[in-house]
C-alpha cells in the first residue's frame, strides 16, 4: 500500500507542477514556507491551491556514537486559499526510509512508512499584498499517523509566529518563532521554543539565494540548545513554479546534515 501511494504521489506532483506552469498569474506573488525552516509571512490566495514538496529529503545523524540515515520521498504540505488572508494547510510525508548503526556500523534498526499528518491555519495580520513589514500566525497540530518507529505516536501542537522585512538593497529578511508543546522519547510534554531568522535576495529575475539559522531549546536526557546553518537556491521557472535545492547543517548538540531537492508551484 505505502508503495503505491509514493509512486502515485510522485508521479502526481511533477504532472500538476507542469499544469500550474500555465495557469494565469493571480494578484500575489509566488510565496512558500520552504525551502528555509523559516515559514512565510504571507498566504495562498482565496480560491487558489498550493503544494510545496521535498522531492528527495536525506537526512545523516550522528549522536553518543551511533549514525542514523533517514530518507523522505515527495513529502508535501497541500495549501488552499481560504479567504484573502487565510490559508488551511495538511502536510504528511507517505514514505520514510530511517536506518540506525552503531559505532561498529552494526545494525541497530530499520523503518519504514510514512510520517505523521501536520494540520495548519496560516493568517496573514499585516501586509500580505504589499509594504515593507509582514506579519502572519501559523497555528498546528500534529497528529500521530507515522508507522512503528517513524514517531511518538502522540498528538503535539503549536504556534508559529512568521515576520519579513525588506530591508533594502534586494534583500529581504524573514524570521519565525515557534511554540510548541512536544512530546519526548519517554512520553513527557514539554516547551519547545525555537527561532530562525533567514536573509535572501533574487541574483537574477530567476534564481535566488538565502542563509539561514536556527536555534532551538530541545529535551532529551536534559535541555539543550541545537543549532543550524542552512542554505539554498531557488530557481522560478514561471510565476507559479519554483524548484529549490539546499542544506541544513545542525550542530551544537546533535551533528546532522540534510540536504534537499523540492518543488513548489500553485493552481
Given at each position: 500500500m505505502?508503495?503505491?501511494?509514493i509512486?502515485?504521489?510522485?508521479?502526481?506532483?511533477?504532472?500538476a507542477?507542469?499544469?500550474?506552469?500555465?495557469?494565469?498569474l493571480?494578484?500575489?506573488?509566488?510565496?512558500?514556507?520552504?525551502p528555509?525552516?523559516?515559514?512565510?509571512?504571507?498566504?495562498?490566495?482565496?480560491?487558489?491551491?498550493q503544494?510545496?514538496?521535498?522531492?528527495?529529503?536525506?537526512?545523516?545523524?550522528?549522536q553518543?556514537?551511533?549514525r542514523?540515515?533517514?530518507?523522505?520521498?515527495?513529502?508535501?504540505?497541500?495549501?488552499?486559499?481560504?479567504?484573502?488572508?487565510?490559508?488551511?494547510?495538511?502536510?504528511w510525508?507517505?514514505?520514510?526510509?530511517?536506518?540506525?548503526?552503531d559505532?561498529?556500523?552494526?545494525l541497530?534498526?530499520?523503518?519504514?512508512g510514512?510520517?505523521?499528518?501536520?494540520l495548519?491555519?496560516?493568517?496573514?495580520?499585516?501586509?500580505?499584498?504589499?509594504?515593507?513589514?509582514?506579519?502572519?500566525?501559523?497555528?498546528?497540530?500534529?497528529?500521530?499517523?507515522?508507522?512503528e518507529?517513524?514517531?511518538?505516536?502522540?498528538?503535539?501542537?503549536g504556534?508559529t509566529?512568521?515576520?519579513?522585512?525588506?530591508?533594502g538593497?534586494?534583500?529581504e529578511?524573514?524570521?519565525?518563532?515557534?511554540l510548541?508543546i512536544?512530546?519526548?522519547?519517554?512520553?513527557t510534554?514539554?516547551?519547545?521554543?525555537?527561532?530562525?531568522i533567514?536573509?535572501?535576495?533574487?541574483?537574477?529575475e530567476?534564481?535566488?539565494?538565502?542563509?539561514?539559522?536556527?536555534?532551538?531549546?530541545?529535551?532529551?536526557?536534559?535541555?539543550y540548545?541545537q543549532s543550524?546553518l542552512?542554505?539554498?537556491f531557488t530557481?522560478?521557472?514561471?510565476p507559479?513554479?519554483?524548484?529549490?535545492v539546499?542544506?541544513?547543517?545542525?550542530y551544537n548538540?546533535q551533528?546532522?546534515?540534510?540536504p534537499f531537492?523540492?518543488?513548489?508551484f500553485r493552481?
Amino acid at each position: 500500500m505505502n508503495s503505491n501511494i509514493i509512486i502515485l504521489t510522485c508521479l502526481v506532483l511533477p504532472t500538476a507542477a507542469l499544469s500550474a506552469a500555465e495557469a494565469p498569474l493571480p494578484v500575489r506573488p509566488l510565496s512558500t514556507d520552504r525551502p528555509d525552516q523559516t515559514e512565510s509571512a504571507h498566504t495562498v490566495p482565496k480560491g487558489w491551491f498550493q503544494i510545496e514538496s521535498n522531492l528527495i529529503s536525506f537526512t545523516r545523524t550522528r549522536q553518543a556514537g551511533e549514525r542514523s540515515d533517514e530518507t523522505s520521498f515527495c513529502d508535501f504540505i497541500f495549501k488552499y486559499g481560504i479567504t484573502h488572508n487565510t490559508d488551511l494547510q495538511i502536510g504528511w510525508a507517505p514514505r520514510v526510509l530511517h536506518r540506525s548503526e552503531d559505532a561498529e556500523s552494526v545494525l541497530i534498526g530499520e523503518n519504514s512508512g510514512s510520517g505523521d499528518l501536520y494540520l495548519r491555519m496560516k493568517t496573514n495580520l499585516i501586509g500580505n499584498d504589499d509594504g515593507p513589514y509582514a506579519l502572519a500566525l501559523l497555528p498546528w497540530t500534529k497528529a500521530p499517523t507515522a508507522s512503528e518507529g517513524l514517531g511518538n505516536q502522540r498528538w503535539e501542537y503549536g504556534l508559529t509566529i512568521n515576520q519579513e522585512v525588506d530591508i533594502g538593497g534586494g534583500w529581504e529578511m524573514g524570521s519565525s518563532i515557534f511554540l510548541s508543546i512536544a512530546v519526548t522519547d519517554h512520553q513527557t510534554r514539554y516547551f519547545e521554543p525555537a527561532f530562525t531568522i533567514a536573509i535572501g535576495r533574487d541574483l537574477t529575475e530567476k534564481l535566488g539565494i538565502y542563509v539561514e539559522t536556527y536555534q532551538g531549546y530541545l529535551t532529551d536526557e536534559g535541555r539543550y540548545w541545537q543549532s543550524s546553518l542552512d542554505g539554498g537556491f531557488t530557481y522560478l521557472v514561471t510565476p507559479n513554479l519554483k524548484f529549490d535545492v539546499g542544506v541544513n547543517w545542525y550542530y551544537n548538540a546533535q551533528e546532522a546534515i540534510n540536504p534537499f531537492v523540492g518543488v513548489s508551484f500553485r493552481f
